[in-house]
């Protein structure tokens, strides 16, 4: 999968995990670890069909990863409108957002130098 330590494999797994057992689309890993003064290692990218999906792969997300390994995010913005919502794990920063919303901000375009890796849908 992602070359690194053990524990942000494991974050990383559980994080996919949470958004596919409620049918995220289009997830994405983005490795900054190469481009100098980046916030944290990875960015995970996903989206949902509407407001209501984007609340529930953020929160099938945090139980996933509360359960799997007793880890939750540092802070979480956005869920009040649920059209971009971040989790902010230190290492690994989640992105949710409406398909219309993750179009118009092209974070994959933005960090064009990342490593990008296309998760398949189930």
Known sequence: MVNTNSS????????????EEV?????????????ENTVCDYF?????????????????????????I????WHVEGTDYAEWVLMDYVNVVVHV???????????EGLW????LTTIPSN
């Open 8 to 19: 942000t494999d494991q974050l990383i797994t559980f994080i996919l995990k949470g958004i």
């Open 23 to 35: 049918k995220g689309k289009d997830i994405s890993i983005l490795d900054l670890r190469d481009i």
């Open 44 to 68: 995970i990218i996903c989206n949902g069909t509407s407001n209501t999906q984007v609340n529930a792969i953020v929160n099938s997300i945090q139980k996933t990863v509360s359960r799997e």
């Open 70 to 73: 007793k880890d939750k995010p």
């Open 112 to 115: 064009g130098d990342a490593k």
């Open 97 to 107: 957002f409406q398909k219309h919303i993750r179009e118009y901000y092209d974070i």
